[in-house]
């Protein structure tokens, strides 16, 4: 056996002592939060709407470069006012990435972070008293030209959106985070596949590092929420051909076996849902291989509020997976939970009125037991 051999093998081991080491540490604290778990609580009958929306980008600068236009901002003021015309209003807005065409814009006469500009359009919400919660995407990260992620725009990021939680690992704050309803009925999460600690090339799909991952596991051990949705502003399963990397399946198998309701996502400029289920495949492939999926996560790809909509082609069959992508055709979601149930109603529409045009249930009767498990299991 080679020296590279025993490099491979001795990795291997390292990494599966890790995964025994946080399926036996993170069992012991789901057990512990069960305890004092029982029928009849607040959980079971609390009410909570919120919506859902990514990619407000537009596609240019403007000439001469201005922050707002960066924003597709006809488009998300329809979408906003909208919002406020909902009844009951939401109690929040999660927004998945992408807000603007640069994070950052620098030329001869002019620079400027886009994030204020944003916000700005957004005031009409937040003065509502809707509370807005933001998720990192790649164009944050761009300054004037794509191609590569500036850490400066990071560290930007975190200090305009100092109202996101501040729960998250270190370093990492106000990019991952966590929060629960008043009630407790539900565990919202937000994980950052961009994570930066120094200038890098840019990796469209990014990845969910360690940290991240067992950060997540540790928020799953010690809720008893009967609900729990992600927010991530990459899909794990594309409908358009490209496909994330195999941190991604890691996650998604901590979802699968921890009873997630929901994956929600943008990035794809396009809408679309479809439930995870046992007809599924884990991709990319692992070895040993992961077995199918098991309990019908849903991915929610929710994917423009005004960025430029992406005409295809598409590589799943768009009616199992409820693919809508028309021109000038831009979302936003409802999500309404009401004890054991979570409907979602999605959108559509352009710079006038929206209607409905897709909804669905997930039922869950009961906080979710199942073993707590990691890639690996």
Not at 78 to 89: D, F, K, V
Not at 226 to 249: A, D, E, Q, R
Request: glycine share 8%; hydrophobic share 40%; aromatic share 12%.
């Amino acid at each position: 056996m080679n020296p590279a051999e025993n490099k491979i093998i001795l990795k291997r081991l390292k990494i599966r002592q890790y995964i025994l080491f946080m399926i036996v540490a993170l069992y012991a604290a789901i057990v512990m939060s069960c305890s004092n778990d029982g029928p009849g609580s607040s959980r079971d009958a609390e009410t909570l709407r919120f919506v859902f929306l990514a990619d407000s980008r537009s596609d240019t600068h403007g000439s001469p470069p201005a922050p707002v236009d960066m924003i597709n901002t006809p488009v998300l003021k329809a979408i906003n006012a909208q919002i406020l015309a909902l009844s009951p209003r939401p109690e929040f807005v999660i927004f998945g990435g992408d807000m603007a065409y640069r994070g950052h814009y620098q030329d001869s006469s002019t620079s400027f972070y886009s994030f204020q500009a944003w916000k700005d359009v957004m005031a009409p919400l937040t003065n509502a008293g809707i509370a807005l919660y933001t998720i990192m995407g790649n164009h944050e990260l761009y300054d004037t030209h794509a191609g590569k992620f500036i850490l400066a725009n990071q560290t930007e990021f975190q200090s305009v959106w100092s109202g996101n939680p501040n729960n998250g690992p270190a370093g990492y704050e106000r990019l991952v985070y966590s929060f629960t309803s008043p009630g407790g009925s539900a565990l919202f999460a937000v994980l950052d596949p961009y994570y930066l600690i120094a200038d890098v090339d840019d990796t469209l799909s990014g990845s969910i590092d360690a940290v991240q991952l067992y950060w997540l596991a540790t928020q799953v051990a010690q809720t008893r929420a009967t609900h729990k949705f992600l927010f991530v502003h990459v899909p794990h399963y594309s409908v358009t051909g490209s496909s994330s990397n195999s941190t991604y399946t890691n996650l998604w198998s901590l979802l699968d076996n921890n009873g997630f309701d929901i994956y929600f996502c943008g990035h794809s400029h396009l809408y679309s849902r479809k439930t995870i289920d046992s007809s599924i495949l884990p991709l990319p492939q692992t070895y040993p291989p992961l077995p199918a999926w098991k309990n019908n996560v849903v991915q929610l790809l929710n994917g423009t509020c005004g960025a430029p909509v992406e005409p295809g082609p598409i590589t799943v069959d768009p009616t199992l997976w409820h693919v809508s992508n028309a021109p000038d055709t831009y979302y936003f979601s409802v999500v309404d939970i009401k004890g054991g149930a979570v409907t979602v109603t999605s959108y559509r529409g352009s710079t006038g009125s929206y209607s409905a045009f897709d909804t669905f249930t997930v039922q869950k009767n009961a906080p979710y037991r199942g073993d707590l498990l990691l890639p690996g299991r």
